[in-house]
């Protein structure tokens, strides 16, 4: 479903990604863990390329979207992204966050986008809200809305960038739960985070990256118990 | 101080008149500048540097001389080699539209530049091309933050009309010059020309803080 071939990635004379191979089934959740600064946010951000990478291919689905004759408006349509800091439309109501991208890049008929929005809205439990702006929601409601926003797409993968990271620790047990869910209906998932709770539950392979490599990758069960690698050791000894 | 009312009953016309084209002058001359400014804050987005300079070039041209000069130069200069002989309202609406048009733009750029870009991001996460994410996420959030500064280039603008006079353009404060040299007097004319201006732009500003509210989101 994800083919990511050599990537590497550079800002200046910084090399953020060296040399990435990865490959994701689908249905298949990967969860991507490290220190901050060891590249795993830049990884996501570019496979779907809101960063140019700097070398390497990407391939979804069988296309190359690093080739520049492929359309990325279209690609995207299929990769969801849920971002740390939610990136509601604030001049927006949350059925019109929801509604938007539909009607404008896929055409759908406005009783047809609502109606998505709305069963969209039930699935995270927010229908109450649908005429609320994003400012007077909760960060975990906003998450929520985040992630029906990009559902409403209709997309085969879901990126998460640290999803929960901006979060009162309180309120990171809804935005998991939906997550979970969308993990149990067979979505392709990929997910930078923290909670190593969620990694050990949900993920059907975790990768530990540190300084712009993927230092070990192994099904969650192996990594957390038996690591290999002793920098995967002494960070799993600080997080867990 | 007595005040000659008779002067002020046969004036009064003639300010109906003047106050008619200084309010034309400025509605022309603030769509005109609104349009070429988002055009050149937009060209001055640009990240080809090669293109934007042009763009810096024309802002830093506008906003660094007297907007008199800009007037006479127009006046004397640009519009005689177009249209082959001087037009005093032609003149003052060109002189002040590429004028405020300098100003519009640094508030359009700043406007826009002042949207945090995880909102283009999400726009394109999405699927939006860049011409959809910018009309229907980036711009309608910019113009909102827009609406304070663009109301005080508005109420400069009015009051900078009254520079058309030197160019013997029949609007507001072209009146109360005349007036002023007919009878000598110094309070009639001008104390009326300035509370007109003064009822102008606290209309304006009236009507921007109601736009203001309207489109506030809480």
Known sequence: MITVKNLKKSFGSNEVLKDINVTVKPKEVVVVIGPSGSGKSTFLRCINLLETITDG?????????????????????DVGMVFQQFNLFPHKTVIQNIMLAPMKVKNVPNEKARAKAIELLRKVGLEDKAEAYPDSLSGGQKQRVAIARALAMEPKIMLFDEPTSALDPEMVGEVLEVMKDLAKEGMTMVVVTHEMGFAKEVGDRVIFMDGGLIVEENIPDELFDHPQEERTKAFLSKVL | MDIRWDILAEYAPFFAKGTLLTIGLSIASIIIGCLLGLFIGLGKLTKNKWIAFPFNCYITFFRGTPLLVQILLVHFGLVPLFVGETNGIIAAITALSLNSAAYVAEIFRGGIQSIDKGQMEAARSLGMNHVQAMRFVILPQAFKRMIPPLGNEFIVLIKDSSLAAIIAVKELMYWGQAMQGQYYRAWEPYITAALIYLVLTFSLSLLLSRLERRLATE
């Open chain 1, 57 to 77: 291919h990407i391939l979804i689905e069988g296309i190359d979207i690093t080739d520049k004759k492929t359309d990325i408006n279209k690609i995207r349509t």
